[in-house]
């Protein structure tokens, strides 16, 4: 009696790795949540391009209520001919409107008349800020535009600044100069009556 060899089969190889390589190509072919995670990764840099550009559109607001604060004081100073420090102390209520609904803080008010001579040089004739003192010395020079220096008038400068803090959303990315700062303006206007306009008290 011949002794028959027994073979087991041989499993091929072959089989597994075409299946895992369907697998792998149906994987790289699934585009489910794709959305989702780029929408994830997306989101963050949208959100602080948003609040950043909201927060600069109240910093520019708070910029035009600024100009228009000292235009607006300027020109209620030289519609008279004689001040006092009542008088000016009445332009904070001014401001504080102006700036309405915005908090004016740190607010400062600072309000010149200039004197100018025959050769057109400007200096302090009074001044007066929001604590009742002068913040300049009578007969210090000022800085006046070249085309308003003309000889024997008179002018008042008005100085308006308030400190404004923007909320960056990535507030550790950004300079700290971007996020705390003082917006400043200033004008000149020329007296409407008379020759110059007097502070009795300041």
Not at 47 to 62: C, D, K, M, N, R
Not at 119 to 146: D, E, F, I, L
Not at 150 to 166: C, D, G, M, Q, T
Request: net charge neutral.
């Amino acid at each position: 009696m011949e002794k028959q060899d027994l073979q087991l089969p041989v499993r091929s190889e072959a089989p597994m790795a075409e299946g895992f390589l369907a697998r792998l190509r149906r994987l790289a072919a699934d585009r489910r949540g794709v959305g989702a995670v780029e929408f994830a990764l997306i989101a963050p840099l949208l959100l602080s391009l948003y609040i950043t550009s909201f927060e600069l559109t109240i910093g520019l607001s708070v910029s035009k209520r600024a100009t228009r604060s000292a235009s607006a004081i300027a020109d209620l100073v030289t519609q008279q001919t004689s001040v006092d420090k009542a008088f000016l102390a009445t332009t904070t209520d001014v401001t504080n409107s102006l700036f309405f609904p915005y908090a004016a803080d740190d607010l400062s008010i600072k309000i010149t008349g200039v004197t100018l001579d025959a050769s057109g040089n400007p200096t302090v004739a009074w001044s007066w800020n929001g604590s009742n003192t002068p913040p300049y010395a009578v007969g210090s020079p000022v800085n006046v535009p070249a085309e308003m220096r003309a000889p024997n008038s008179f002018l008042i400068r008005s100085e308006v600044s308030v400190s404004h803090e923007l909320l960056m959303f990535m507030s550790g990315a950004m300079p700290t100069n971007l996020q705390n700062i003082t917006i400043a303006r200033e004008y000149f206007y020329r007296q409407r009556l008379g020759s110059s306009i007097t502070c009795t008290n300041c």
